[in-house]
């Protein structure tokens, strides 16, 4: 089982140097932006963009951000807690930390809910999470609803409803805007 960490949601914009980049989102963070605060805090996380790693700083500062309403900032604590990054493990309050964020509409952190409950053995449970990541346009929860199928856990109808429900995320997303930056760079697929 492998939980997955958010990562930086703003484009890494054109700029001249690390330090540079670092002291406009040092600016932003400052200003009250969670957006900011969430990415300083993966920064941290993986000590990138020229900053040593450092998991308490990371973990600070994705606190702040949730306390500014940023649902993603949640599941890096969740994964904080749970991997014993820059705190002691401690599974039931990664849990708590992953509810949060899920409920805030973060399918990352829906998709992790739903790995742990199938490493519990609960894969009802887990197949509902793994559905609402669908919806949510969480390409892996298909792959996992697959495996539960596959694995006698799930029926061809919820994989067909999971197939059903990320095309309808695509649809709903779809745009000619996108198109063309999916054409331009992979990077940029959403499909």
Known sequence: MKLIIKSVHFAELQHATDDEFIERAQNRMEAGDAAAMFNLGCYYQNGTLG???DYTKALELSHRAAE??????YTNIGYAYYHGRGVEVDKKKAKHYYEVAAMGGD????YNLGLLEESEGNTNRALKHYLIAARSGYSQ????IQQLYLNGHATKEEYTKSLQLYQTYLDE???DQRDQAAAANDKNRYY
């Open 107 to 110: 399918a990352t952190a829906r």
């Open 141 to 144: 929860s298909l792959k996992r």
């Open 51 to 53: 900053l040593s790693q």
């Open 68 to 73: 500014l309403g940023y649902a993603s900032a």
């Open 173 to 175: 997303i779809k745009s």
